[in-house]
T-cell receptor, first 115, second 111 residues
């Protein structure tokens, strides 16, 4: 069964460093998303991406964040200068949109630890 | 309260019993979805109910939606130990793409 894969599973970084989280969405999907979940809290939407551009972003997704689809398979989230409060699980999701009613398929997540 | 609030926050039942979780939301929606998250893992889609539907079944899952009360319930019948997980409702509406999740119900099935 097709799945969304995320790498790495755990990323440790120093405050102020740049990190890139990688995702390979399901191959025929057209919509891509990033979410984060701070420990013990709910899952929060960060950004959606369609047709090579951001289609929606939340208040959390400030200038420190960027997304890119550098080739036909990868979808990345970059955090330019990490802060302690960026420590969280980051989930990538993809969807074929349309008649599926926006069912999103999630990866297993990348745990980001900012020290 | 925020969009997609589930209750109870935690639920512990015996294997074989039914588990009911509720979700309330604030704004208009296109659809409401339920997801499961096992500890430390990603979210798995369970079931979607559209705003013009009132009830939907999938295997041991039954979801209801009351748009007048802005609430939904998820019933898991004949629970199993493997159903132990956190369950989240998530809404989509207003032309938005992103899912808005609730805080979740942590379900524990005692063998």
């Amino acid at each position: 069964e097709p799945e969304v894969t995320q790498t790495p599973s755990h990323q440790v970084t120093q405050m102020g460093q740049e990190v890139i989280l990688r995702c390979v969405p399901i191959s025929n999907h057209l919509y891509f998303y990033w979410y984060r979940q701070i420990l013990g809290q709910k899952v929060e939407f960060l950004v959606s991406f369609y047709n090579n551009e951001i289609s929606e972003k939340s208040e959390i997704f400030d200038d420190q964040f960027s997304v890119e689809r550098p080739d036909g398979s990868n979808f990345t989230l970059k955090i330019r200068s990490t802060k302690l409060e960026d420590s969280a699980m980051y989930f990538c999701a993809s969807s074929d949109g349309g008649g599926s009613g926006n069912i999103q398929y999630f990866g297993a997540g990348t745990r980001l630890s900012v020290l | 309260s925020q969009q997609g609030e589930e209750d109870p926050q935690a639920l512990s039942i015996q294997e074989g019993e039914n588990a009911t979780m509720n979700c309330s939301y604030k704004t208009s929606i296109n659809n409401l979805q339920w997801y499961r998250q096992n500890s430390g893992r990603g979210l798995v889609h369970l079931i979607l109910i559209r705003s013009n539907e009132r009830e939907k079944h999938s295997g041991r899952l039954r979801v209801t939606l009351d748009t007048s009360k802005k609430s939904s319930s998820l019933l898991i019948t004949a629970s199993r130990a493997a159903d132990t997980a956190s369950y989240f409702c998530a809404t989509v509406g207003g032309g938005a793409d992103g899912l808005t999740f609730g805080k979740g119900t942590h379900l524990i099935i005692q063998p």
